[in-house]
């Protein structure tokens, strides 16, 4: 009986022991499962937290690439303006090369017309000294005193001389003069080495200041025309009849009035010498140096301009 209850015993701490195992292995289990989730857990949350911190990374790597994608842009923006503006200056400078072109072929052709009209303006000034030097030479020669512009060759009569006041008639006295003074004046002037190169041959008449316009207009007219009247019936003494038509064709005669009146060392009229008759010529390329003149005026006119502007 003893031995029965005995191995009963036995057999109830066998599966006490196997029922402590157990117990024991599942506690062990239940803690490595807390141990495993709890290590789990943790991963998931240092997962969580890696992957909001790449999140953030990439956000912060995407805003700089667009902060420099901006940047970019703007300066290609700029590079933009600047090739247009780069652009712009190279037509700028086209434009103004082509101007300067254009201006550079201008004044090489006025150097070269200016250069064609000085070689003109030195022959006619080589001439119109050699007409007033033979003029005066042959004056000279002549024993007859005459006022000639050394400058113009212009021949200035003294028409209280030539005239009684307030008359277009020549007085005897007059017309001495004119016979001494005209034949040596026109003779030097159709010498074949001038004759070439002479245009005019002009006679103008001038009053004083006293009297109104129109009357001294018509009065200094009627009297350088009684003077070229007064040579033409001499011509025959001193000229060829092929002289006397080339006298003709040059004979200019002209009235003034009381325009250019002379002044004396006061700045005055000088009335008796305003009243006075002048004969002068004119060389065929007077009018040339006139045009060169204006050029250069024009020429100057344009600098100024140009210099003011800039």
Request: overall charge negative; aromatic content about 6%.
């Amino acid at each position: 009986m003893r031995k029965r209850k005995k191995s009963e015993d036995s057999g109830f701490n066998v599966w006490r022991s196997y029922s402590d195992m157990m117990a024991g292995v599942l506690l062990l289990f239940i803690l490595i499962m807390c141990v495993t989730l709890f290590q789990a857990q943790k991963s998931y949350n240092e997962s969580i937290k890696e992957r909001d911190d790449k999140i953030a990374l990439q956000e912060q790597y995407t805003a700089e690439i667009l902060a420099q994608q901006s940047e970019l842009d703007e300066k290609d923006s700029k590079l933009s303006s600047q090739d247009e503006q780069l652009d712009k200056q190279k037509k700028l400078l086209a434009e103004l090369a082509a101007q300067l072109k254009e201006q550079q072929d201008s004044l090489d052709e006025k150097t070269s017309l200016l250069a064609t009209q000085q070689k003109k303006i030195d022959n006619i000034i080589g001439v119109k000294a050699d007409v007033i030097e033979a003029l005066q030479k042959e004056f000279s020669k002549n024993n007859v005193s005459v006022d000639i512009d050394a400058q113009t060759g212009a021949l200035t009569l003294n028409a209280n001389v030539l005239f009684d006041y307030d008359k277009s008639e020549l007085t005897d006295e007059g017309k001495q003069e004119l016979a001494d003074i005209l034949p040596i004046y026109c003779k030097v002037l159709l010498q074949k080495d001038y004759k070439k190169y002479l245009a005019e041959i002009i006679i103008d008449g001038y009053t004083d200041t006293d009297g109104d316009y129109d009357y001294n207009l018509e009065l200094s007219q009627k009297r350088s025309l009684a003077v070229a009247q007064y040579l033409t019936e001499i011509r025959e003494n001193f000229l060829s009849s092929d002289e006397i038509s080339e006298l003709q064709n040059y004979l200019t005669v002209n009235g003034h009035g009381s325009a250019n009146p002379v002044l004396d060392s006061d700045g005055n009229v000088d009335k008796d010498a305003s009243r006075r008759v002048e004969v002068k010529f004119r060389l065929k390329d007077d009018e040339m140096i006139n045009e060169l003149n204006q050029i250069m005026n024009t020429d100057k006119t344009s600098d100024f301009e140009k210099s003011g502007s800039n």
